[in-house]
């Protein structure tokens, strides 16, 4: 049994049991300077650092990789710290009971900036403009964020990222731990020095000073041989601000068209699994403890974009979503656009920044069997499980939504969520979850005004609105009032989820559209004996035989049949897809980007149709004047609302935003390449 201490300022609060062993409280102001919000009233908030200590005799921590190699204190637990940031009602009658905790991206806040429509400055929500259209704020939400990631720079002046310093692990005689750390990347243009370290990434320790014994490879595709480059061709760059090296330079300089790769003896591999314990521990603290004037809240969910989704499936695999005495942690989960992956959170020189997409990073732990939210058979390695093993054992299942735009089927091998693993049939999905594509979207909402480095406009589609209405939908679900819409996605069955080879038949010729090469096909990966418990002794690994993947079928405009269907696709102003061809000067033009998709207008008349030999009819066709056009997407938005993936409020908005649009693309010469008139100046 262990005992809290919570620290507000010179205050102590009475102690309680938990793994939080203290508390301290830095900052507890207002926010927006005391405006409010509707009946809610004003929010304030409260940075501060808490303290968790792990048992690795307890079998809730028994799967956190090398958590037996950490320091220990007196009691024989693992103790670390965590900054964590706390948005909430000022009054109590203002909260709504329900905890929601946003898992940070590289170290950066994403629900305000998605759900809330505003990203805030420099990760510091202060004013009234950082809190966006005021969505979880106007409802009464307690929010919270904190560090659990170690891999992220602390970026410019001002900023406040948040970044786990994890415990160190070293061998049962003191001695440090050794290995290799593998670091994979590519340029977009021809440069001397180039980073190595991913996105927002920082690498581990070298072994030696300076890393004589790195190995520097190239290669021309994924599945390519590699061929090494001389040690004395290529050296680090030193890092100005005294820490490790973040870039790399090579004589003669860096290539596009090539898959550049370097392998470093390395030590001191942080004990990375905690990051993710702290997550389960610290919203069970805020969930079931009383703090600083707040009493216990009703029930808490997790939510996470991109990488924090997979955060979140990884937690469900290894039963991470209870505490160390069994209690949930979290009672509803939602993980945005995560494809069918976890990733490098719980492994021995894992790097969470990183994760496989269809040109670059194939080497990582990301999408691993099993995929599914029901038992399925890896028919290769004749494994049975599924995504949510950890979780059911555990008890009780949360309740679930997840959800990826066509990018992710594409890019990111959604589609393994609820197919099989040989992608022959659909998969059943466990009735705690709904699986949701949202379909002709991209990873992110589109806004760049560019085509490069792609070549066509990125998709315009504004899935935002499903997200905000699935967030209701969760917590309404969670506390039983009414279950969310059943899931959508496309299905084998009823020919709305194809092979590639039907899509690039099936697939319209739009002008200056061809589909991509391929969807990634994540390959299985051979990490050396040892990998069941974390630690890879192959690096790189050995590549295995893919999973086969699916995607959308297309409808004869190009746009996806299945799943979630917006106005955008309902009355559609042109082709959206998921996926966009990097432009041939990057030298991958036959692979897609990671992220974006394609926009492409019809044309506006059937003489301009005609003219570009386009097969798609016209907007004049389609709607003879811009008032059958706003009536079809004002029931389009009707039935969206009506079907719950659109909050009743949203519905003039979204019209507007269409009716906008419209305009837009009317009085754009279509002569003229640049994508900026997408967007609202």
């Known amino acids: 049994m262990r005992h809290l201490i919570v620290l507000v300022g010179l205050l102590t609060a009475t102690p ?4 939080v062993e203290r508390v301290e409280v830095t900052e507890h102001t207002v926010l927006a300077d005391g405006v409010p919000f509707g009946t809610v009233g004003p929010y304030e908030k409260i940075r501060g650092t808490a303290w968790i200590a792990l048992d690795p005799a307890l079998p809730a921590n028994a799967r956190i990789t090398d958590l037996g190699l950490a320091p220990k204190d007196g009691h024989g637990h693992v103790v670390f710290a965590t900054d964590f940031l706390m948005l909430r009602p000022t009054n109590a009658a203002g909260r709504n009971g329900a905890l929601f905790y946003d ?13 809330n429509g505003h990203g805030p400055a420099h990760n510091d929500p202060t004013t009234l403009a950082d809190t966006g259209n005021g969505f979880f704020f106007k409802r009464g939400y307690t929010l919270l964020w904190s560090a ?25 005689d003191g001695k440090p ?78 290539q596009t068209g090539k898959i550049y790769e370097v392998v470093v003896p390395s030590r001191d591999p942080y004990v990375v699994g905690v990051g993710l314990a702290g997550i389960r521990d610290l919203l069970s603290f805020f969930k079931t403890q009383p703090f600083a004037g707040q009493q216990p809240l009703d029930r808490a969910l997790i939510f996470g974009i991109s990488q924090s989704g997979r955060v979140i499936d990884t937690m469900l695999y290894n039963g991470w979503n209870r505490d160390e005495e069994g209690r949930p942690a979290f009672d509803g989960a939602y993980a945005q656009v995560p494809g069918a992956g976890k990733g490098a959170f ?99 909402v589109g806004r760049s005004h560019e085509r490069w480095p792609y070549t ?34 496309p ?45 890879a002794d192959t690096v790189p690994p050995v590549r295995g035989q893919p999973f086969p993947t699916r995607v959308p079928a297309p409808d004869a405009d190009g746009n996806d049949r299945g799943g979630i269907r917006q106005v955008e696709l309902e009355v559609p102003l042109g082709t959206h897809t998921g996926w966009n ?52 997407a004002k029931a389009a938005i009707a039935r969206e609302v009506a079907a719950g993936w659109v909050l009743a409020e949203e519905a003039d908005s979204l019209l507007a935003d269409q009716g906008a649009l419209y305009d837009r693309i009317m009085a754009h010469d279509p002569a003229d390449t640049d994508c900026g008139y997408l967007f609202p100046s």
């Not at 504004?462 to 679900?477: F, K």
């Not at 097969?615 to 056009?629: E, I, K, V």
Request: aromatic residues 10%; proline residues 11%.
């Open 16 to 19: 309680a049991l938990a793994a």
């Open 148 to 172: 659990w990631t170690w891999d992220v720079q602390r970026g410019g002046p001002g900023d406040k990222p948040f970044i786990l310093k994890p415990p160190v692990a070293r061998e049962r």
């Open 581 to 632: 061809l990097r432009a041939p000067e990057t030298g991958f033009g036959a692979y897609q980007g990671r992220f974006d998709g394609s926009f492409v207008p019809f044309a506006r008349t059937e003489a301009e149709r005609a003219a570009a030999h386009d097969p798609r009819p016209s907007l004049a066709a389609r709607y003879p004047t811009r008032q059958d056009f706003l009536d079809k």
């Open 456 to 489: 066509a406009c990125v998709n315009t589609t504004n899935h935002y609105p499903v997200e905000r209405a699935l967030v209701v939908a969760l917590d309404n679900w969670v506390q039983g009032k009414a279950p969310p819409p059943d899931s959508a996605v």
């Open 103 to 115: 898992v940070n991206n590289r170290g950066g806040i994403a629900a305000l900036g998605q759900v």
């Open 346 to 444: 719980n492994q021995r020189f894992g790097m969470a920044t990183r994760h496989f997409s269809p040109l670059v990073e194939q080497i990582y732990f990301s999408d691993a069997f099993p995929f599914t939210t029901t038992p399925s058979t890896d028919p290769v390695t004749k494994q049975t499980g599924s995504l949510l093993d950890g979780a059911r054992a555990a008890g009780p299942l949360p309740k679930m939504i997840f959800a990826n735009t066509s990018a992710e089927y594409w890019n990111r091998s959604a589609s393994l969520l609820h197919i099989t693993p040989d992608g022959a049939a659909d998969a059943a999905i466990d009735p705690s979850a709904r699986i949701y594509m949202l379909a002709g979207s991209q990873h992110y």
């Open 177 to 254: 731990i050794l290995g290799k750390a593998a670091y994979e990347f590519i340029v977009d243009k021809p440069a001397e020095t180039a980073a190595y370290v991913g996105m927002k990434g920082v690498p581990y320790p070298f072994a030696t000073e300076g890393a004589p014994d790195a190995v520097l490879t190239e290669r021309d595709a994924p599945d390519a041989p590699r061929r090494p480059i001389a040690r004395n061709a290529w050296t680090f760059v030193e890092n100005p601000d005294g820490g490790l090296p973040v870039e790399v330079r090579m004589k003669g300089g860096f």
């Open 491 to 535: 299905r084998l069955a009823d020919g709305t989820l194809i092979s590639t080879d039907a899509y690039k038949a099936a697939f319209a010729k739009v002008p200056g559209l061809t589909p991509p090469l391929s969807p990634l096909m994540p390959p299985r990966l051979d990490f050396g004996p040892r990998y069941a418990q974390g630690i």
